[in-house]
């Protein structure tokens, strides 16, 4: 089995990558609060599976609805509103890595580490740096907290796809939307500094 191709900007297994404030401990605890479980990671481990053959559709969905939205295709564009091809391009190769990292990885520091890089990438201390964008200098935290729900709506179809009963598709489904809610809130931490 070949290795997937290098994916610009994707930095989950670079040794230099910092470590995030967010310690192991934190995690089992955010684990606890959203319900997230060993049957949650058997769930996952079946959904990068039935994922697997479909993320360029998945992200197809997506794009569609970032791009039919002008307040959301924005964070994508430069400050005048003009669409930034090369800059979406990058973000989907990465988007696509999300996905199966969000089934596939384990939920360790490095892991960790990563969530960490890619929530400062959405704030003006690094968002467009990766990808030397023109766009504008921060995504909202509102925005990344209400995406939650479209990503986790969207994917159903393509997790019942896989020929599975209903109750395997639900546990999917569920575990997804754990993960996603574990992510994001995540993500909050270097919007909420202390606080969080």
């Not at 997937?4 to 995030?20: C, F, I, K, R, W």
């Not at 988007?95 to 490095?110: G, L, N, Q, S, V």
């Not at 921060?138 to 159903?156: E, G, M, S, W």
Request: aromatic share 10%; hydrophobic share 40%; proline share 9%.
């Amino acid at each position: 089995m070949t290795s997937p191709e290098p994916v610009p900007g994707y930095t989950h297994d670079d040794p230099g990558l910092a470590p995030s404030p967010v310690t192991p401990a934190d995690l089992a605890l955010l684990k606890a609060s959203v319900l997230f479980g060993p049957a949650d990671e058997e769930a996952l481990r079946l959904a990068g599976e039935v994922l697997s053959g479909q993320i360029e559709q998945v992200l197809d969905v997506w794009y569609g609805f970032v791009g039919s939205h002008p307040h959301l295709v924005a964070y994508f564009s430069t400050p005048d509103g003009t669409p930034i091809d090369d800059y979406l391009a990058r973000v989907r190769a990465r988007f696509a890595r999300w996905i199966a990292d969000t089934c596939t990885r384990p939920y360790d520091e490095r892991w960790l580490a990563y969530q960490q890089e890619i929530a400062l990438r959405h704030t003006e201390p690094k968002k467009n740096q990766t990808d030397h964008a023109d766009s504008v200098p921060h995504i909202p935290l509102r925005h990344i907290i209400a995406f939650i729900y479209p990503i986790t709506a969207t994917i159903r179809p393509f997790l019942a796809a896989g020929g599975h009963d209903a109750e395997q598709v639900d546990a999917m489904h569920q575990a997804w939307f754990k993960a996603v809610t574990l992510q994001v809130a995540l993500w909050s931490q270097p919007y909420s500094g202390r606080a969080w």
